[in-house]
């Protein structure tokens, strides 16, 4: 029943095995531990039991694993020579010989180890003929998990790039939609995709170019408040933001969870680019004790960027991110590589780690994750003025639940995406999405009594901005959104 | 008025009994052992509560429809709890299955119509949930994708069927509850409602001492797909047992009891024993998640 299966694996490990002699032995991904990872060994040996001698004899380890007590062959396990089961020939006195294979088959109980399939095979196939990538490196690459901050400018080559060379797991932080003004540099989205939250077409996008991998949205501003959960979900961290309080928000928060930091910026012609790694080198606040004060380092937005440029260091990051992952070459770690485009010149700056540095010196002052805007510059101190508080324009569930259990007239609007919508909704409510938002104003009545929600609270925050500016006072924004709402109150809603 | 076939046979899932074991264990006269004994299910198994849990969720979220395929990966006993339920209530049900799933297995699911897609071997079910995955992505919007793995309908259905059932059949008497690991729907939910009721309990997981083992469904955490549903902090306690002693306890099972049982039920066994023998006091309860009849050509009834 499964000879097409095994004859289909024994031509990929005839390709990688390196000797010629003797019987081969097909070893199944849950053993391959035991075996130095290998997925065939050739053996010598004249009958089944032969071969298998040989190699419980060269792998012990091994042999716990097949024979029992008794020094028989534990009853689950399945030999084939060949596509025949040796309980139907002569057991382990079958002879083998010349082209014949041994397959050690397990029973379907449990799990295998990392392995790549046929298909995937050929996917990477020019990866794996190169011995520095090879099957060892793209297990690795596909075992590895790597977190993108940002899916604008450089999350977008990064996203491309990795998901192609088959990073098993992608994480992608961002809350955006796409707009018009970012088609020229940010090469994920396509013209049809403005005003689409950016994580949702990058997901599409990035799984249709490999549907081997494992997308994970967090579609969320980076804050100190989620930015430890979201982060130390994954081995790396790839920083592709474009302000300032959320690079140092990265840093500390990768030196505080030991992940490495892979850094790029980009700003009109000029781009750098380097791995933070502060147990083995200087972190960014070591370049950077001190955020410039606000102003005087103009954003993209501002000051412009050439549209290439993002592609030339986003993938410098993405092939920093993969060499980590195989552990190979000469990562930037404790150096500064600068790019100037309009000379087309690389420089390389050498970093050392600051023994005064306040998070990953010997003398610690921060010591957990901070109010980076503050930081930075970009809002007062809470003690200079006082600041209005934005849970006085949210609404909790429970709160929402007796509203409408009271029957009072308030009216429920969903900003998010109508295929959002489709996955769970509130009965009754209205669905404006936030990318229409702006145009669709009218159809709201600021008589009437409005709260608002999305998925988890954040874009109808910003949904709540827009009717505020507009002159609106009786509304709410959903504290947590519809995720929120499912926890509290309605358990048998779909989540997603 | 008589109810269709669907409601009234769906409706048999749940309500299993809790068998009190008199002859295996009577060495301990301080411990009760209670078998919740899940092949009474209408499928046979107890993945028939997280089949129709997960459906139901799902039809209820809109996500499952007609024009939809309810696709997932099983190593067996999911895959005919669907194939059951999707023939009953008139879903069309595609199923990755290891291709050297038992014979019977596969064949159950042809006769209920269901679609089989056989994944390699040497992968065991990890090689079916990834070719499931690559299906569902490859198509979404052609496939409800249930995931069992991931999908939190699968351990509710335990917090709200198997967790009060076995409340009410001890009467909040049990000390410690016992469940093999496969997608840990199981022990996850009925463990989080029991500690909910009775915070004493001990909640105890069972695995595969090794890699390579012959306990259907069950896996060995280290060295497979962790399930998205499972929280490893949250079993007090972690027990591995070996597939031979599974064996064992299956034949005793049998010949000293009259319950043809499962090879994971003889794990589940094997592992409330071991408890016993520690603990000396107290009312065990163990999961016995299928019957042994599938398992009757299997080698270690010949030995």
């Known amino acids: 029943m499964f000879s097409s299966f095994l004859m289909e694996e024994r031509d990929i490990s005839m390709k990688n095995s390196g000797s010629d002699s003797g019987i081969p032995v097909y070893i199944p991904t849950a053993l391959q531990r035991f075996v130095g990872q290998q997925e065939t060994i050739r053996l010598p040996g004249a009958t089944v039991k032969e071969v298998l001698e040989q190699l419980s004899g060269q792998y012990p380890e091994l042999k716990k694993h097949l024979y029992n007590e008794q020094g028989q062959l534990r009853s689950f396990v399945n030999v084939f020579v060949n596509d025949e089961d040796i309980r139907h020939t002569q057991g382990l006195d079958t002879r083998v010989a010349g082209k014949d294979a041994i397959t050690i088959v397990p029973s379907i109980a449990g799990g295998a180890e990392i392995s790549l399939s046929n298909d995937e095979v050929k996917r990477y196939s020019r990866h794996l003929i190169m011995p520095e990538v090879g099957m060892e490196g793209q297990k690795k690459i596909k075992t590895a998990s790597v977190l993108l901050i940002g899916t604008g400018g450089l999350g977008s080559p990064l996203g491309l790039y990795l998901a192609s060379a088959g990073v098993g797991r992608i994480g992608l932080v961002d809350f955006d939609v796409v707009d018009f003004t970012n088609l020229q540099r940010q090469v994920l989205y396509t013209t049809e995709d403005v005003g689409q939250p950016k994580i949702t077409v990058a997901k599409k996008r990035l799984q249709a170019i490999n549907p081997f991998i494992t997308i994970q949205t967090h579609e969320a501003r980076l804050s100190s408040e989620n930015a430890m959960e979201i982060l130390k979900g994954y081995d790396i961290v790839v920083d592709g933001t474009d302000n300032f309080p959320t690079r140092y928000l990265v840093n500390d928060a990768c030196v505080l969870l030991n992940k490495p930091n892979v850094y790029g910026s980009i700003f009109r012609f000029e781009g750098q680019a380097s791995v933070f790694d502060a147990s083995k080198g200087p972190c960014y606040r070591c370049l950077y004790p001190e955020p410039p004060p606000p102003g005087l380092v103009p954003s993209c937005a501002e000051g412009g960027v050439l549209g290439i440029l993002p592609g030339i260091i986003g993938t410098i990051q993405a092939t920093e991110a993969i060499k980590l992952i195989l552990g190979n070459g000469e990562p930037l770690i404790g150096r500064l590589l600068l790019f100037n485009a309009m000379k087309m010149r690389f420089r390389e700056l050498k970093l050392r780690k600051s023994p005064t540095c306040p998070i990953c010196g010997p003398n610690p002052t921060v010591t957990k994750l901070i109010d980076y805007e503050q930081f930075c510059g970009l809002r007062p101190s809470p003690a200079e003025t006082p600041k209005e508080d934005p849970a006085a324009w949210e609404i909790s569930p429970e709160a929402l639940k007796s509203l409408l259990d009271s029957k009072k007239p308030v009216k429920v609007i969903d900003v998010r995406e109508p295929h959002e919508y489709d996955i769970c909704h509130l009965a009754g409510s209205k669905l404006i999405p936030l990318s229409q938002f702006t145009q669709r104003i009218g159809e709201l009545d600021s008589a009437d009594e409005l709260v608002l929600h999305c998925h988890k609270g954040v874009r109808s925050m910003r949904a709540l901005e827009i009717l505020r500016s507009a002159g609106f006072k009786k509304i709410k924004s959903l504290r947590g959104g519809i995720e929120a709402w499912a926890d509290k109150i309605d358990s048998s809603m779909a989540r997603y | ?303």
């Not at chain 2, 090794?210 to 929280?231: F, N, W």
Request: proline content about 5%.
């Open chain 2, 1 to 303: 008025m008589i109810q269709t076939v669907d409601e009234q046979l769906l409706d048999r899932i749940g309500n299993t009994p809790l068998l009190r074991l008199h002859r295996i264990g009577s060495e301990f006269p301080g411990v009760t052992l209670l078998a919740k004994a899940e092949w009474f299910n209408p499928g046979g198994s107890v993945k028939d509560r997280a089949a129709l849990g997960i459906v139901a969720a799902a039809e209820k979220a809109g996500l499952l429809t007609k024009e939809k395929i309810l696709l997932d990966a099983s190593s067996g006993n999911t895959a005919i709890a669907y194939a059951m339920i999707a023939a009953a209530k008139g879903y069309k049900a595609k199923l990755c299955v290891p291709s050297n799933a038992n014979p019977s297995v596969i064949r159950t699911l042809k006769s209920y119509g269901a679609e089989v897609v056989l994944t390699s071997p040497l992968e065991s079910s990890d090689g079916a949930i990834r070719e499931a995955r690559r299906l569902s992505a490859a198509e979404p919007g052609r496939y409800f994708y249930a995931d069992q793995y991931n999908n939190p309908a699968n351990w509710k259905t335990h917090y709200e069927t198997t967790g009060p059932e076995i409340w009410e059949q001890t009467q909040g008497e049990l000390t410690h509850f016992v469940a093999g690991l496969g997608t840990t729907g199981t022990l996850m939910g009925t463990g989080r409602f029991l500690k909910e009721r009775k915070p004493s309990v001990h909640v105890v997981a069972v695995q595969p001492d090794s890699p390579l083992h012959g306990l259907e469904g069950l896996k060995q955490m280290a060295t497979s797909i962790v399930p998205g549903i499972y929280d490893a902090r949250f079993p007090d306690l972690q027990m591995e047992v070996r597939t031979e002693e599974a064996y064992a306890m299956v034949k005793r099972l049998a010949r000293e009891e009259g319950l043809l049982a499962g090879i994971s039920s003889g794990a589940a066994l094997a592992a409330g024993l071991k408890l016993a023998a520690s603990a000396q006091r107290g009312v065990i309860v163990l999961i016995f998640p299928d019957g042994g009849a599938r398992y009757l050509d299997e080698e270690f009834w010949k030995r």
